[in-house]
């Protein structure tokens, strides 16, 4: 893929005429798709795509575009002549634009990965053996991806990965069930058996008749997968440097009015410790990580290029959106949260969340899986599935507690349009007086 | 594209199975978009790529790729073969009854007003013209305004010899405005922002593009200085900016038939709907009929055909409230042994097909709008979705909209902000009160429905007229 690249953009940038400028991003990748339902196929397949963005620069004017490549140097050449005289044609009638913003040193990486990736075909025999009589419904991904940038000035960046991410749910009966994951670069039975025999521990917890809880406030558990969706509602808009000049960030309470978290949060976005590449589609190149939120205050907010042109700040990202945030830890440790719970819920996991007041950074969403009641340190009973709706500014501020000390490595493993890079480091979270409405 | 070509050349290469089906997807697509007041770069995209499944035996499997030369062929066949062996020993059901296309034929969107008859300086001035129209005060923090188009050509051969060809024209306008005060920030949008249709520019007048951008910004900045909408136990009064929503979620996902057999546990999640409810279940009062139409022209999933072929008709799901049929392809319908209908899609020529709602829309009552209002003591009126949240069974849910109008003795009293309001969706349809005649029936869409593993997100409609329920639990914000 890498000496493809390479060459098409040569032959590209020899089309150039005048003073233009061409900026290439290249994203590729072979996957393998396994979709199981009952612990049997449902859809297998495999897919090969290469994405191919261009950007035209002429003097103050720029125009996109977007194609995808076959591999074969005539054909692809073709299609790229086409599309450039369409942006040539374009781009004549455009305004001068003035956030135009591209890196114009050159700062060439090389970021790659020895493959280690198992047959899959072989792993989903491994799979299905070992979880016989198991309800295991969920879907197995892997291959290889790459990320390319050239520019005509003479940058060229390229980062590839190799791993595989299995994503999968074991039911009991009904929608009570245990949600797991296992992603990585190199094949472990040994690990895949562990984390079954977990499951199969923890489904006699969920066959004891479940109970439904009124709504109210509870002191609650949130597991780092539960962490991950809340996070991830503060990564919609939250940091962006447009929203917040915009005031329209869910964190506007801590931007307008002071507002704080718990000083033992801090977040960041950790570029060094994720897998996303380290240079963005302008070709700028990341820092290896940047404080979003220190000790419980607002600090740094993600840059995009045209962000960083408008309000006179320094590009760090490509879009205003982490991929590779890491949550501090803090002092509960993993052996005592049942403890430390006491009596309350083990939120394993939360689901579809929304802001049902963005200003009040006010979230609602659902619990799901093996959520779980305890009394007195044990687990009790699973839980019927509960809607809550609570401010960040609660879960995260005067109503935390404690975070462990431990961090859960989570891999993403979406798949719209292309298998996702993002990654996030997480603790679990006891907070006191969390809202259920219904 | 010579798409013939392709064909011809895969066909030379076309392995010995028991039958095999290649779908090509082109699409051609082009943004545009200006914000406050600066023409943001515009983006062209054209992609295409092809899909190849094949059965053979009891098993089935599929591989996709963006090559399309002899090379690409082989690698994908090779690869779908890899994928058979393993499906024929571990499949979840016998590939030997999966139901093959029946005919062959073609399908256009109408397109009345060509994307092409205005110029890109004429489009860009007219996003210009509505930047301005939005900029209506130093409270007006953001505003932006957007007009894309995509056409889509799919492209369905099979060893058979059936051969399908669609093209779709879709048309996505919109504009938002921003305002704040301190600590308020509310966001208002219109001229179709977030919804799409099928057909050409003559689609932007039924989105009141542009002439709805001023009073766009205007109720942005009365929203600002609005009371938060009252907590309490109300009617509701839904435009169908938010019926879209609530057919979508709680009408839609459960009826999936592949999640109702499983396929979404991990992911998108199961429904409370069961096999054994269809038929009987009552599932709204009797106002409530809900149907698949994929033949109502310039809605979003119109179509002749499904992407694997199934000729598509207008079917009733629910019929004076009475739960019919679920929205299940022809390969589900086997797999749970009941009738549905075509609604086999795939977002592109990268994905594989499933279960996908298409056109789901909510039939016309008999009462103006005028008549929905003043039945309504002590309600509130939302429009234009903004949250959304529901379980993973679509049962509870809980919803927020950019705008609410208090409805008090029949009549439509102040503006309130943060509307939300919370329900079940196994209850909530009973209490389907009142239901709007043709007037008040608009067509919608969203282009942004995610499912699947892998992720896919695709386009459907939702028509629908304006409709009161009542003794719903509505609140606001902080």
């Known amino acids: 893929m890498q000496t ?140 290889s991806m790459a990320r390319g940038f050239a520019n005509s000035l003479g940058q060229f960046n390229w980062h590839t990965n190799h791993n595989f991410n299995f994503d999968w749910s074991i039911y009991h009966h009904d929608d009570k069930a245990i949600k797991q994951n296992y992603a990585g670069f190199k094949w472990d039975h040994d690990y895949l058996n562990q984390k079954i025999a977990f499951a199969r521990e923890t489904l006699s917890v969920l066959e004891k008749p479940a109970i439904s809880i009124k709504p109210g406030q509870y002191r609650v558990f949130l597991a780092p997968s539960a962490m991950q969706e ?97 949550l501090s830890g803090g002092n ?49 009973a699973p839980l019927n ?30 798949s719209y349009h292309q298998r996702s890079q993002s990654s996030s480091r997480l603790p679990g979270a006891l907070v006191n007086d969390f809202r259920f409405t219904l | 594209m010579d798409i013939q070509r392709y064909i011809t050349e ?70 779908a073969l890899r994928w058979l062996e393993s499906s024929k020993t571990f499949g979840l059901f016998s590939a030997k009854d999966i139901p093959l296309p029946a005919r062959s034929g073609s399908y256009h969107s109408p397109v009345l007003r060509p994307w092409e008859s205005v110029t890109l300086s004429e489009k860009l001035d007219q996003l210009q013209e509505i930047n301005k ?76 593009f542009p002439q709805s951008a001023q009073s766009t910004a205007e ?61 009987h279940y009552k599932y709204g009062s009797e106002l409530l009929n809900i149907t698949f139409d994929p033949g109502l022209v310039s809605e979003l999933a119109s179509y002749d055909f499904d992407d694997e072929g199934t000729s598509a008709e207008k079917e009733f799901l629910i019929q004076d409230g009475i739960l019919l049929k679920p929205l299940g392809s022809a390969t589900s319908q086997v797999r749970a042994k009941m009738a549905g209908v075509a609604n086999a899609r795939a977002c592109d020529w990268n994905r594989p097909t499933m279960d996908r709602m298409a056109n789901l829309n909510l039939e016309p009552g008999d009462k103006s709008f005028s008549d929905l209002i003043a039945g309504i003591e002590n309600g509130v009126l ?23 109008r208090l409805i008090k003795d029949g009549e439509l009293a102040g503006v309130v902000k943060n509307p939300n309001y919370r329900g079940i969706s196994a209850t909530f349809w009973r209490d389907l009160q009142a239901v709007g005649n043709a007037d008040t029936f608009e067509i919608w869409g969203t282009p942004n429905c995610g499912k699947g593993e892998p992720n896919q997100v695709i386009q459907v409609g939702h028509a629908s007229p304006a409709c009161v329920f009542s003794n719903v639990e509505i609140f606001g914000g902080e």
Not at chain 1, 286 to 301: F, M, Q, V
Not at chain 2, 137 to 151: E, H, M, T, Y
Not at chain 2, 393 to 404: A, H, L
Request: with cysteine; glycine share 6%.
């Open chain 1, 4 to 143: 493809y690249f390479r060459e098409l953009s040569q032959k590209m940038f020899q089309l150039i005429a005048g003073n233009e400028i061409i900026l290439l991003n290249y994203a590729g990748e072979d996957s393998d798709f396994v979709r199981l339902n009952h612990n049997k196929i449902r859809q297998a397949g495999y897919v090969r795509q290469q994405d191919l963005d261009i950007d035209l620069i002429i003097g103050q004017k720029q125009t996109s575009a977007a194609l995808q490549l076959s591999g074969n140097h005539e054909s692809d050449m073709t299609q790229v002549k086409t599309l450039l005289n369409l942006m040539r044609d374009q781009i004549e009638f455009l305004p001068d634009d003035p956030y135009i913003n591209i890196s114009t040193e050159i700062n060439n990486t090389e970021t790659l990965q020895e493959n280690q990736l198992p047959d899959p075909n072989l792993v989903l025999n491994d799979v299905i053996n070992t979880t016989k009589n198991l309800d295991l419904v969920g879907i197995w991904a892997s291959g």
């Open chain 1, 230 to 326: 809340l996070i991830s509602m503060l990564n919609w808009g939250g940091f962006g440097l447009k929203n917040h000049r915009t005031l329209q960030t869910p964190l506007l309470k801590m931007i307008n009015e002071k507002q704080t978290m718990h000083p033992h949060v801090s977040l960041f976005e950790n570029t060094r410790e994720g897998v996303t590449p380290p240079f963005t589609k302008a070709g700028f190149l990341k820092p290896d990580s940047i404080s979003l939120i220190s000790k419980g205050e607002y600090n740094h907010c993600m840059v995009s290029p045209r962000s960083g042109k408008e309000y006179d700040q320094a590009v760090n990202c490509s879009s205003e959106y982490a991929e590779s945030l890491e």
């Open chain 1, 332 to 380: 509960l440790h993993q052996d005592h949260i049942l403890e430390k719970l006491d009596t309350g819920i083990f939120i394993s996991n939360l689901w579809y969340c929304n802001f049902s007041d963005r200003n009040a950074c006010r979230i609602t969403g659902m619990t799901r899986f093996a959520c779980l009641w305890v009394e007195n340190g044990k687990p009790v």
């Open chain 1, 385 to 414: 599935v509960m809607r809550f709706d609570e401010s960040i500014y609660n879960i995260l501020g005067n109503n935390l507690v404690d975070l462990t000390t431990e961090h859960e490595h989570i891999l993403d493993s979406g």
């Open chain 2, 10 to 79: 895969f066909k030379s290469l076309a392995p010995a199975v028991d039958h095999w089906s290649l779908r090509i997807v082109a699409n051609h697509s082009e943004s545009l978009s200006v914000r406050q007041g600066i023409v943001q770069p515009p983006e062209l995209s054209q992609t295409c790529g092809a899909h190849l499944t094949l059965i053979q035996g009891d098993g089935f499997a599929y591989a996709a790729t963006s090559n399309l030369t002899r090379d690409g062929f082989k690698h994908i066949i090779d690869n």
């Open chain 2, 133 to 208: 129209c939005l900029k209506i005060n130093d409270s007006i923090v953001d505003w932006q305004a957007q007009l894309n188009r995509r056409v889509v050509d799919t492209y369905l051969v099979t060893s058979e010899d059936i051969n399908i060809s669609q093209t779709f024209h879709y048309i996505y306008p919109g504009y938002e405005a921003v305002a704040n005060k301190g600590a308020q920030t509310q966001q208002r949008s219109g001229g179709g922002w977030g919804a799409a249709k099928q057909g050409g520019l003559e689609q932007l007048a039924s989105y009141d």
């Open chain 2, 219 to 279: 109720e942005a900045l009365a929203l600002i200085d609005a009371p938060q909408c009252p907590t309490d136990v109300l009617s509701l009064l839904l435009k169908p900016s938010q019926m879209m929503l609530q057919i979508h979620e709680s009408i839609g996902h459960p009826l999936e038939l592949d999640r109702i057999l499983g396929d979404e546990r991990n992911y998108a999640g199961t429904s409370f709907v069961t096999q054994d409810m269809f038929g």
């Open chain 2, 382 to 404: 939302m429009d234009a979705n903004k949250s959304w949240s529901i379980d993973d069974s679509r049962n509870k849910f809980q919803f927020g909209c950019e705008y609410g």
